[in-house]
């Protein structure tokens, strides 16, 4: 098992690659995460095609998410394991990160996408209406 120490080092790592950069989220601040277009739907006037859509689509995510987690969830004990021998192959943790940074650079892709394809099923409109409603929720 993953000592503690080594743990917390790889999970401060991961979560500083994933904190926006100074002076805002640019990414953040141009797409809509479907929690804030679920929870907004009927403030925003989400019809019912919308809803279907960004429903059938959140699920297609949710579906690769899974996957993709179980995939970085087997990388990751690999990499732990090449990390715990005496002396560690640096060659074969190498190619053990890189996997992992793959399946997180999909992970991203994946919710970026979905971001994406939500935002262009939204009016201009709606996309005014949640950007108001994300300002004075913060």
Excluded: C
């Excluded at 790889?10 to 797409?31: H, K, M, R, Y």
């Excluded at 890189?98 to 994946?110: A, G, N, Q, S």
């Amino acid at each position: 098992m993953l000592n503690r120490f080594t743990g917390l080092i790889l999970f401060s790592a991961v979560l500083a690659a994933q904190q926006p950069p100074p002076g805002g989220d640019p990414l953040g601040e141009n797409l809509f995460p479907p929690e804030l277009v679920m929870a907004h739907q009927t403030a925003i006037g989400l019809d019912e095609t919308q809803k279907t859509y960004i429903r059938g689509e959140l699920m297609k995510a949710q579906t690769r998410f899974t996957e993709l987690q179980w995939q970085l969830q087997d990388s990751m004990e690999v990499l732990v394991s090449l990390l715990k021998q005496t002396p560690v192959d640096e060659t074969r943790v190498m190619t053990q990160l890189d996997k992992v940074l793959t399946t997180e650079r999909e992970i991203k892709r994946t919710q970026i996408s979905l971001m994406v394809r939500i935002k262009n099923k939204l009016t201009p409109d709606q996309q005014a209406r949640l950007q108001k409603l994300r300002g004075e929720s913060k």
